[in-house]
């Protein structure tokens, strides 16, 4: 831990992370600190803060390099230029050897890899953060890759999250920083993180992925073998497509482009309104596009290890909100923010709305085709945490997706108009939603739950009958013990003024004759007071 500390306090040093740290808004005393930090004899040099940012998380290693990753789909907390830098950090680290790979497969499998497979190429396809994929191929001759969990990446995980908190700990000390909440930052990274190292779910979320496209024209997801997936190995069919990123192969094989960037629209919009289930890592690296019928292509998708989902609610708020924007009706996008929840109820709908149009009325302003969605999306997030909006982790993961697609998309086809492209299914999907079809739609969904309880109809009718008058006795019951409790009371406190009043006459009988003797000397108005008191008295 000590050495993993030094470590990183020299990477630190090296490209001189403290400069990063808004000094002017930090206590007097850090400022203090740092102004005589020996820090500051080491030149900074020519690259930007973001760019020094990413080189030292490459240097720290496969943890950090991740943690960027998921730092940089945080816009809405970062500023622009950190996050574009850190968008750049490649997922390539060296590989581990051959004959380790082997061993963790076999000891994973409980079985010789001779047995398992009939060949295993012990050099890896490829190699990232968290673990790393080798070429295989089964006895029955189907070719297939093995994609294995680094050795002892956990331990190592564990203390480079333990020195995160630690460093998150001490963020909070700062103002600024403490806005960026550093230590749910950390938390939420830290699940991501550890859920990728059990790789069952990850395959889980591959076969629900391509159940959900099954027979599909737009996407096609390679089988998973569950027979020789563990939790840290897992074998997937191998595909041969073209990296989507490799222009000029698909130019090559004359791919229609502007189909194929549609059909990228088109997925992403069914995944999340369709389905409710999207891959969420849609990085260039994790897509490709197949070889057959270029004219009618087919996008392929790999490593489903990060999945999002919506509730119902927020699927219809979404969909309403975007086609608002459609409409630039600022005001509805506003009241479907209170109404969701999004933003406080406290919040005033007009001046949501018109903090809203000032951000949103010079982008719609352009061309429809450069107008980008994702960047759209990404504002009115940051309008409403100017309303104390809380950031849905759900929409956090839509908008880093949604992001990808719109520059995927814009890569192969520069004149794409995504708005266009998504309008019509958005209406479809919401007079879906809503009208006959929907209606029916839900019906059936609920027939089996409905048809369970449809029996039991008469008995609930029967128990909440029962509880009713048992309720209604209950409260006559009630109200017949509070009338006697009042009339107790009544009588108390008849009998305590007839107390009261034999008590004075008997007082005043015994002391009749003392009290002529002074009476008779007092003047009128003292009889009259005195008179008055007695009275008050008794009726008391």
């Known amino acids: 831990m000590l050495l993993r500390l030094l470590r990183i306090i020299w990477v630190v040093t090296r490209y001189r992370l403290d400069t990063l740290l808004p000094l002017q808004r930090l206590p007097w005393w850090l400022r203090l600190a740092f102004l005589f930090s020996p820090l500051r004899v080491v030149p900074v040099g020519r690259r930007t803060g973001g760019e020094r940012l990413r080189l030292a998380l490459e240097s720290l290693g496969p943890v950090f390099v991740k943690f960027g990753q998921l730092l940089s789909t945080r816009r809405d907390l970062l500023p622009e230029e950190i996050a574009d830098e850190l968008r750049r950090l490649q997922d390539q680290v060296p590989p581990f050897p051959g004959e380790e790979a082997r061993a963790l497969v076999e000891s994973e499998l409980r079985m010789p890899l001779d047995v398992a497979f009939a060949h295993f190429e012990p050099e890896p396809l490829a190699s990232a953060s968290i673990a790393q994929v080798h070429a295989a191929r089964l006895h029955s001759g189907e070719d297939v890759v093995v994609k294995i969990i680094r050795p002892a990446i956990d331990r190592v995980m564990r203390q480079d999250m333990a020195l995160m908190y630690r460093v998150a700990g001490l963020l909070t000390l700062l103002p600024e920083a403490r806005r960026l ?11 991501t993180l550890f859920d990728e190292l059990d790789l069952r779910k990850e395959a889980a979320n591959t076969s629900q992925l391509k159940r959900n496209f099954n027979g599909s024209p737009l996407l096609y997801v390679p089988a998973i073998h569950w027979s020789l997936t563990r939790k840290r190995v897992m074998v997937q069919e191998r595909i041969h497509g073209i990296p989507v990123a490799d222009i000029a192969a698909l130019k090559a094989q004359g791919t229609d482009l502007k189909r194929l960037a549609e059909r990228g629209v088109e997925i992403f919009f069914t995944q999340v309104f369709r389905d409710n289930f999207f891959h969420a890592d849609m990085h260039p690296g994790n897509i490709f596009v197949a ?22 609610e927020d699927q219809d708020y979404l969909a309403r909100n975007l086609l608002a924007f459609f409409h630039q009706d600022y005001y509805q996008v506003a009241a479907l923010h209170i109404e969701s929840g999004w933003v406080g109820e406290e919040t005033r709908a007009n001046e949501f709305a018109a903090a809203i149009r000032t951000v949103c009325e010079p982008i719609l302003e352009k061309p429809l085709k450069d107008i980008s969605f994702g960047q759209v999306l990404l504002g009115l997030f940051q309008t409403a945490r100017r309303f104390n909006m809380e950031v849905q982790p759900q929409l956090v993961l839509l908008q880093k997706t949604l992001l990808n697609i719109e520059g995927l998309g814009r890569q192969l086809y520069p004149d794409l108009d995504l708005w266009s492209t998504a309008k019509p299914y958005l209406e479809r999907w919401m007079q879906e939603r809503a009208g006959a079809v929907g209606l029916w739609e839900s019906l059936k969904r609920q027939a089996p739950e409905l048809s369970r309880q449809l029996p039991e109809l008469p008995s ?81």
């Open 181 to 191: 909440r550093p230590v749910e930052v950390v938390r939420d990274y830290e699940a």
């Open 460 to 540: 609930v009718a029967h128990q909440a009958l029962s509880r009713l008058e048992q309720e209604h006795r209950q409260r006559r019951r009630q109200a017949l013990a509070l009338s006697g409790i009042q009339r107790h009371l009544r009588a108390g406190r008849r009998g305590g003024r007839r107390l009261r009043l034999g008590l004075l006459l008997a007082a005043l009988a015994l002391a009749w004759q003392p009290l002529t003797e002074w009476a008779a000397n007092q003047p009128w108005p003292v009889l009259a007071a005195g008179l008055i008191g007695l009275v008050l008295l008794a009726w008391q």
């Open 291 to 312: 070889r057959e019928q270029p004219q009618d292509p087919q996008y392929i998708a790999i490593d489903c290890g990060i999945v999002g989902s919506l509730t119902r």
